[in-house]
């Protein structure tokens, strides 16, 4: 819906390194994938996160790319970081 991809934001061109190319993502999809570090202003296996993203679809829009998981033990879902914010059923951290 549109306040769903109005929270998840445009795609952005960064400087993921590998290979020697960017990376697109959303911000808030790689920044709460679980692999994810930051320190110094870099981001650390970001392109790791973005790999795995690519399998997995959003329980919410099914769209590819969901990056993060549900909270509960018990709860396999994936989601897109903003489309997670509007399940009552997940907790997304």
């Given at each position: 819906n549109a306040a769903e991809?109005?929270?998840?934001?445009?795609?952005?061109?960064?400087?993921?390194?590998?290979?020697?190319?960017?990376?697109?993502?959303?911000?808030?999809?790689?920044?709460?994938?679980?692999?994810?570090?930051?320190?110094?202003g870099h981001v650390f296996r970001g392109v790791a996160a973005l790999?795995?993203?690519?399998?997995?679809?959003?329980?919410t829009c099914k769209g590819r790319g969901a990056t993060v998981g549900c909270g509960l033990a018990e709860c396999t879902s994936s989601f897109h970081a903003p489309c997670g914010m509007f399940r009552a059923d997940c907790v997304v951290d």
């Open positions: 991809r109005a929270a998840l934001g445009p795609l952005q061109r960064r400087p993921l390194i590998k290979d020697g190319a960017s990376k697109w993502y959303h911000a808030p999809c790689l920044a709460l994938a679980p692999e994810v570090t930051r320190g110094g790999r795995r993203g690519r399998a997995l679809r959003c329980a």
